[in-house]
């Protein structure tokens, strides 16, 4: 049974830094791993999807990393600004070419200005 | 332009009342799932839509049921919401060929009273 977990479950930082969110999974089989951002009380905005056949994906100050052998992927954030302040979760789908994910119970991030 | 869209964004029910949530998308994807997501939880796969083929989550209350009458739009029919059924519920899409990146819609908050 795949299982994903996210540390920290909640991180605090100065506006400016560069920071990592850390996403692992259990069973490395598999199909692509997908980063989201939740701002409270409402939904999911996808941010990277990641194929199981690439190790990195990018998009403007976001970069996500995949390492399957190990189970783990990354989320790179440069330069944070108090408008990245939200939960990120990393969630992995149970079958391939469905979507039926597995999230991890998310980090909560807090840019401070 | 908002590309899945539920309604209401917040929904009141009084114990034991049905209620039905509405999920449309513009994207023309053939699959549509619904998630369920307490509070301070990662969301939960209930079940999705393969065009018109309904697939359950084994652990899926029978109290959830969905239709779903064409590809555009799909519905959460909640037959006796108990207390423990409060929570967000988010509708997402995928597509079964090519790209397979989910995308969610801004959810409904379901309280019960």
């Known amino acids: 049974k795949q299982e994903v977990t996210q540390i920290p479950a909640a991180l605090s930082v100065p506006e400016g830094e560069n920071l990592v969110l850390n996403c692992s999974f259990t069973?490395?089989?598999?199909?692509?791993l997908q980063w989201f951002r939740q701002d409270p009380g409402k939904g999911l905005t996808s941010l990277l999807l990641?194929?199981?056949?690439?190790r990195e994906q990018t998009s403007g100050r976001l970069n996500a990393s995949l390492d399957k052998s190990s189970g783990r992927s990354t989320l790179y954030i440069a330069a944070s600004q108090p408008g990245d302040s939200a939960t990120y979760l990393c969630?992995?789908?149970?079958?391939?070419?469905?979507?039926?994910?597995?999230f991890g119970t998310g980090t909560r991030l807090l840019v401070s200005p | 332009d908002a590309m899945v869209i539920q309604n209401p964004r917040y929904q009141v029910t009084q114990f034991g009342k049905p209620v039905t949530l509405s999920c449309s998308q513009t994207l023309n994807h053939n699959v549509m799932y619904w998630y369920q997501q307490k509070s301070s939880q990662a969301p939960k796969l209930l079940f999705h839509y393969y065009d018109k083929d309904f697939n359950n989550e084994a652990d899926t209350p029978d109290n959830f049921q969905s239709r779903r009458p064409n590809t555009s739009f799909c519905f959460l029919d909640i037959r006796s919401p108990g207390l423990g059924d409060a929570a967000m519920y988010l509708c997402?899409?995928?597509?079964?060929?090519?790209?397979?990146?989910?995308?969610f819609g801004q959810g409904t908050r379901l309280t019960v009273v």
């Open positions: 997402a899409t995928s597509s079964i060929t090519g790209y397979t990146e989910a995308f």
């Open positions: 069973d490395s089989a598999i199909y692509n």
């Open positions: 990641i194929q199981s056949s690439q």
């Open positions: 969630a992995v789908p149970l079958s391939p070419g469905f979507q039926k994910l597995v």
